[in-house]
């Protein structure tokens, strides 16, 4: 069973690389190590900037000090001069004087220093020499005293990294030791108790890792009972163009705004912003075209006598073509494919195989008008011995139906309607025509073969 | 010392079942005495073979151990018994196969677990092939 997360074992074609239990071992120790830095960061953090603030703010006890000196202190570190404000005071407890360089707790700790040396002179401006103001001193070693208690918020903020990182090491860590030992069946049924019959999902669906019935399909056809969902409906790549056109055009009305109005709009700026111009008006013409083809293509509707599916039936099919077209041709497909999804390093590929297809019909050379849609009715069969369909998180069995046309104004389309397929009930039973919902099947062979001629297959592979 | 033998055997010598029949059978260990097995898991699943990473489902789970719900005693067969399920039939595809299995694992106090697959094909879907028309 492939595991949700792989640092340490590869995929060569079809086999993988190297032991599961050793790659399980490494990222045991990949995560146990995130733990531990995220731990020392945590304490780091917490030690370093967090408990100081929070000890001034609870523990120090103020009194009175007069200031006598100011100035911005200043260090070198990595060749760059860092800066923070730096007061002298002078303050009493208990009988004894003291004089010491502060400002807050960061700055008593030899720490505080930042490259904003105008932070460091805004806040020094707040003070006066000779003024006498409240500060604040630690009751056990009444040497250590500051003058600004606030929180610094990005301490807290900095925080988030470390527990980002022992998040994540103690999640790998626990979900590797509740992994080990046990075996790819034992981790398959989820740890439930092995005395329990394991019969809940998706076992108990009547037909399972079958694909759900797409929720569209109960909506009743005008000609057949069913009417098919359409995938991928042309609007999605309207959008796209129209969403790129309006960007790109934006963003060049945009900077030719801020040239012109910056008095920087001059004959080299003219020839730079031409070839812009040009990009965004082909996007607006891509917009349009393809806009215009939808349109003109219209919608195309498939409906059915039964659904779902099953193998070794015969179905009524339907199919209204509308728009306004002058077609090469119009053809329409049962296909079943296969999908694999698989890990190819760090990317997740996904291959596609036809590997049955058989055209339903093919009608070339007529018009298709507005008030006149082009309407067909046919029969498809899913043959006997054929995979229903299949669909399980990395691999995929299914059957569709393509309606593919040529025009001779606009480009090619191609609508594409999910099917599912079910096993038949009775392999020994010879397929029928099944008008409405109502099964007739009578006795035929087993394994019937398809009669298709074998050629080459289609391959496609693409990655996501 | 000798290695401990897993037999499986279906119930009618069966290889090939239809969807919603009876999968029965029983599962023996040899050679007796068996002191170093610490449990025994067998599981009736099918899993993907292909292009794509594997999934696997368990339709049927039993673990046989010595501190478990179920005891060990290897000294009787272990039976096991499921109805098998609708979906998914055995396939042979192009880059998409689905096989179906008796799998049994031993596990030992020392060494290495022993694992057992005995397939099986429900249903009688025909390998696929390239058919365009």
């Known amino acids: ?464 | 010392m000798i290695e401990p033998r897993i037999l499986v055997h279906f119930d009618g010598k069966k290889t090939v079942y239809e969807p919603g029949e009876v999968l029965a059978g029983q599962v023996r260990i040899e050679p007796l005495p068996l002191e170093d097995i610490k449990a025994v898991e067998l599981s009736i699943l099918w899993y993907t073979d292909g292009k794509g990473d594997q999934d696997l489902h368990v339709r049927y789970f039993r673990r046989w151990s010595q501190d478990g719900d179920l005891p060990l005693d290897l000294r009787e067969p272990l039976r096991f018994q499921t109805v098998l399920p609708q979906t998914p039939l055995s396939y042979d595809g192009l880059i998409v196969r689905i096989r179906w299995c008796v799998r049994v694992r031993l596990f030992r106090s020392r060494g290495r677990e022993i694992v057992e697959e005995v397939p099986f094909r429900l249903g009688r879907v025909a390998p696929a092939r390239v058919r365009l028309q």
Not at chain 1, 115 to 124: F, H, M, Q, W
């Open chain 1, 1 to 464: 069973m492939t595991r949700w997360f792989r640092l340490f074992e590869k995929k060569r074609g079809n086999r993988r690389t190297g032991s599961e239990r050793i790659a399980g071992v490494w990222e045991g120790v990949f995560f146990g190590a995130l733990f531990l830095l995220g731990c020392f960061g945590f304490w780091l953090t917490i030690s370093l900037f967090v408990l100081p603030e929070w000890w001034v703010n609870r523990d120090f006890r103020p009194c009175p000090a007069r200031i006598l000196e100011l100035r911005i202190g200043t260090t070198v570190r990595d060749g760059q001069t860092l800066y923070r404000p730096e007061v002298c005071i002078e303050y009493k407890i208990a009988g004894r004087i003291y004089r010491l360089w502060t400002y807050d707790i960061h700055t008593v700790q030899g720490n505080g220093y930042s490259v904003d040396k105008d932070r460091a002179l805004k806040a020094l401006q707040k003070f006066k020499v000779q003024e006498i103001i409240t500060s604040w001193y630690d009751p056990r070693d009444p040497e250590i005293a500051v003058i600004d208690r606030g929180f610094w918020w990005w301490a807290w903020l900095l925080l988030l990294i470390p527990l980002s990182f022992v998040i994540l090491g103690a999640g790998g860590l626990s979900y590797h030791l509740w992994r080990w030992g046990k075996s790819a069946e034992r981790l398959a049924v989820q740890g439930r108790p092995t005395s329990l019959s394991f019969s809940a999902d998706p076992d108990a669906a009547m037909y399972p890792f079958v694909p759900e019935i797409p929720p569209r399909i109960g909506q009743p056809g005008s000609h057949l009972p069913y009417r098919l969902p359409v995938l991928g409906a042309p609007y999605r790549a309207i959008y796209a163009w129209l969403a790129a056109a309006l960007c790109w055009n934006l963003a060049v009305l945009a900077f030719a705004l801020g040239t012109y109005y910056a008095d920087r709009f001059d004959w080299s700026f003219t020839l730079f912003l031409l070839p812009c111009l040009l990009i965004g008006l082909t996007l607006l013409g891509a917009f349009f075209r393809q806009w215009m083809a939808a349109s003109a293509v219209g919608e195309t509707i498939v409906e059915i006598s039964d659904f779902p599916l099953l193998c070794g039936h015969r179905y009524r099919v339907y199919l209204k073509q509308t728009g306004w077209l002058r077609i090469n041709w119009l053809e329409m497909l049962l296909v079943c494919e296969e999908e694999a999804t698989f890990q190819h390093g760090t990317n997740t590929r996904r291959e596609c195989r036809r590997i049955w297809q058989k055209t339903l019909f093919r009608h070339e050379r007529f018009e298709i008008l507005r008030s006149v849609p082009f309407e067909t009715e046919t029969e498809l069969e899913i043959p006997c011995g054929m995979m229903h369909s299949f669909r399980s998180p990395h691999n995929e069995v299914r059957w569709r139906l393509y309606v593919r046309g040529s025009t001779q104004d606009w480009p090619n389309f191609e609508r594409v309607f999910p099917l599912v397929v079910l096993p038949g009930p009775d392999r020994d039973r010879k397929p029928e025509i099944r008008p409405g919902r109502e099964i007739i099947s009578s006795e035929t062979p087993e394994m019937a073969e398809p009669q298709e001629q074998v050629v080459p297959g289609r391959a496609s592979e693409g990655s996501s």
